[in-house]
């Protein structure tokens, strides 16, 4: 009695015809940017700007480049994250490996650099200390992907600091214009003055 050959595991299936715009949906986690949305949201008219109606409070230019900023910057953080996950998720999940498989590793570290590079300009234009943060952030973003998530402890710091840094933005983009302002209009008691700044954003 014969024996029959061994099973061959299945094969990866092949890339779909699909390029970086296709694929970026998925490489920047959209529901998770949609999360950081809504605590962004949630922080400025839950916390800040409770008195004000919500289309003053939300529709607002200033604060709606605060918010690209900080989510492109996360969108870039993602990227990094699968960059440097090539060869983990080519063992643990071949099926749903994008870089390399759909977008070439170039491409993808091409766009790290943009959407991170051109949400740290948006923060630095609306205020310098925005910026600076911002590109703390970024900076973190990497060196987690590349480093710190693999080291004890430093990891989890990482990530806390992060999500402190994304839910702080509102309030640090509202003291940070009631600094500047104070210069220019004298001194004047915090909490009012921080509330007309943050009714002008």
Do not use: Q
């Not at 050959?5 to 529901?31: D, S």
């Amino acid at each position: 009695m014969t024996s029959r050959p061994p099973k061959l595991p299945a094969a990866v299936p092949p890339p779909p015809a699909a390029g970086l715009g296709t694929a970026l949906p998925t490489l920047v986690r959209w529901p998770n940017l949609l999360i950081m949305l809504l605590c962004l949201v949630l922080v400025r008219a839950g916390l800040l700007l409770p008195e004000l109606p919500l289309s003053t409070a939300l529709l607002n230019a200033r604060f709606g480049l605060l918010v690209l900023a900080a989510l492109l910057v996360a969108a870039g953080g993602y990227i990094i994250n699968d960059y440097y996950d090539v060869k983990i998720d080519a063992i643990n999940r071949p099926d749903r490996l994008v870089i390399g498989r759909v977008v070439r590793r170039r491409k993808a570290m091409l766009a790290h650099l943009l959407l991170s590079g051109v949400g740290v300009l948006l923060a630095g234009w609306l205020h310098p200390v925005l910026g600076a943060v911002t590109l703390g952030t970024a900076l973190l973003l990497w060196g987690y992907s590349a480093r710190f998530k693999r080291v004890a402890l430093v990891g989890n710091v990482s990530i806390a600091t992060l999500t402190a840094a994304l839910v702080l933005l509102p309030e640090l983009r509202c003291s940070s214009s009631a600094t500047t302002a104070t210069a220019w209009c004298g001194r004047m008691p915090w909490p009012r003055f921080c509330s007309r700044w943050c009714a002008r954003l």
